[in-house]
């Protein structure tokens, strides 16, 4: 899985994290390192809720998963931020690309109980689709499927994994 799915540090692409500018490039960097049929996921925090954004580069095009409920958009940050990205992309590999790329919003993720738990969801979202080696994560997340909300030990898992992540790297 290594090769197909790469990751984009929140932390250097979220609100408040630099520029526009500056943030697309860290983005097109990370882009550019590879052959383009990678997928990234972009975790990305535009103020108090995490989201997250999967970029496939060769495809210009761009899914959009937000755990809360109700009919919710990209925020227009974010949006401008890979969109720029992209387009440093195409004109590394001397692509002339697309007007604009392509935005997917995957409504059929399962969907957060209160205002508290968007982080492991979105970790959740990420391992879920890791954790399938078909990458087929755009049906899976389709309109029409089960927006229930992960069972509590889906969550938990999540976190149990990520402490002992945490507990491994620690100092």
Not at 6 to 30: E, W
Not at 91 to 96: A, Q, T
Request: hydrophobic share 35%; glycine share 6%.
């Amino acid at each position: 899985m290594c090769s197909m799915v790469g990751f984009i540090d929140p932390a250097q692409v979220s609100a408040n994290a630099g520029s526009l500018t500056d943030r697309s490039r860290i983005v097109a960097s990370r882009l550019q390192k590879t052959d383009g049929e990678q997928i990234f996921m972009m975790p990305y925090n535009p103020g108090r809720h995490w989201v997250l954004l999967i970029v496939r580069a060769k495809r210009e095009t761009v899914y959009f998963l937000d755990p809360l409920p109700g009919n919710r958009v990209v925020d227009e940050e974010g949006k401008n931020i890979v969109n720029s990205a992209l387009k440093i992309y195409n004109s590394h590999i001397g692509r002339p690309g697309r007007k604009a790329p392509i935005w997917k919003t995957l409504p059929g993720t399962p969907k957060q109980p209160s205002s508290v738990e968007c982080g492991y969801y979105v970790m959740r979202f990420m391992r879920d689709i890791i954790m399938d080696p078909s990458l087929e994560f755009e049906k899976k997340f389709a309109k029409g499927k089960d927006q229930a909300p992960y069972p509590q030990a889906a969550i938990d898992e999540v976190r149990k994994e990520w402490a002992e992540f945490v507990c491994l790297h620690m100092d």
